[in-house]
């Protein structure tokens, strides 16, 4: 396991659990809007259970939503990572990718994908989120909610009233990880931001490993 996958790694809260009903409010929505944020990225994974952590992350990540596409833009290597909600397509450029060439992948599972909102577990799971009150981050008010999923574990977000996440933390037994907003602005990127640059050759390494399903 390399540390890249601690960015596809599912973490665990163990906050006090108050009722929805203590808070007198409707959920904050499911989708998020389009928006550019900042995260502060943080991980750390192991090979399997019992081993201690091997690996470890700490990243600054710029993500641009738009129109059912991700952008992330990491710092700590230039890697660019584009995502499609709806074909499940990535794809890669930047980093350590051969130069003018960009990779394309298909997730086998439909992924968390946090940063368009907690809509995916929302369909996902039976129950309604466990509300943790709520905290500020960024600057903005957020809400916290606790998902408890089959399929994506027990992922927290703390999402605004206009459904940005400002902060997921999920965890498994051999992977955590927390992204965090340092800044937000709320205006629509702009579209060519979500296109591979001019002149790029497209190849198809394999499909994307089946990994627990975060991102």
Not at 49 to 74: C, F
Not at 150 to 159: D, I, K, L, M, S
Request: hydrophobic share 35%; charged share 20%; glycine share 6%.
């Amino acid at each position: 396991m390399s540390p890249s996958t601690a960015y596809r790694a599912l973490v665990l809260s163990g906050l006090l659990v108050l009722a929805p009903a203590a808070y007198g409010e409707k959920l904050p929505p499911k989708e998020a809007p389009a928006y550019s944020a900042v995260y502060h990225a943080t991980s750390r994974s192991k090979d399997k259970v019992g081993d201690p952590w091997q690996y470890e992350t700490d990243d600054m990540v710029t993500i641009a939503v738009l129109n059912k596409q991700s952008r992330w833009d990491h710092k700590s290597d230039g890697t660019t990572r584009i995502n499609d909600s709806v074909s499940r397509y990535t794809t890669t450029f930047g980093g350590k990718v051969p130069p003018n060439t960009a990779y394309r992948t298909r997730a086998q599972f439909v992924a968390i994908g946090w940063e368009f909102g907690y809509v995916n577990v929302a369909k996902a799971t039976d129950s309604e989120p466990e509300v943790l009150g709520t905290m500020t981050v960024a600057g903005q008010p957020c809400t916290r909610l606790r998902y408890t999923s089959e399929q994506y574990g027990t992922p927290e977000f703390c999402v605004t009233k206009s459904g940005i996440v400002l902060r997921f933390v999920n965890a498994s037994s051999t992977a955590e990880a927390t992204y965090e907003a340092t800044s937000v602005d709320e205006k629509a990127p702009d579209a060519n931001r979500f296109t591979t640059p001019f002149g790029y050759k497209f190849e198809e390494p394999g499909q994307a490993r089946r990994l627990q399903p975060i991102l």
